[in-house]
């Protein structure tokens, strides 16, 4: 039995941050698509560089992502099989904002330090 995502389709006053939200929203899912544009393509290289999620909800995320058009899975047939991840031109448009959010993050880590 396939997850059906909660919020997914939720959005009953059109409002294009809950439309956002619901996209890319919750704990993970930033964390994910930045990693890809890193280069962190694979699925042994995402969980290291994420060490705090765990395998499934990694599996399920990366799921959402692909059936969302945000990533893109390709399997290459070789043995043992290798699968890696890309940020589709869809995704890419979250791109700028993701890196804002990044600087904002650093800049107010920054000013935590200096109080």
Sequence with gaps: MANKRKNKD?????????HFLNKIGGKWKVLIIYAISLNCNRFSLL????????????VNLLKELEEDHII?????????????YKITPYGLSLLPLIKTI???GRDDMAAVIKK
Aim: charged residues 20%; hydrophobic residues 30%.
């Design 10 to 18: 939720f959005n009953p006053n059109n409002c294009g941050v809950t």
């Design 47 to 58: 969980k290291k560089g994420i060490p705090t999620i765990s395998k499934q909800t990694l």
């Design 72 to 84: 893109a899975r390709t399997v290459f047939p070789e043995i043992p099989p290798r699968v890696e």
């Design 102 to 104: 990044e600087q904002w």
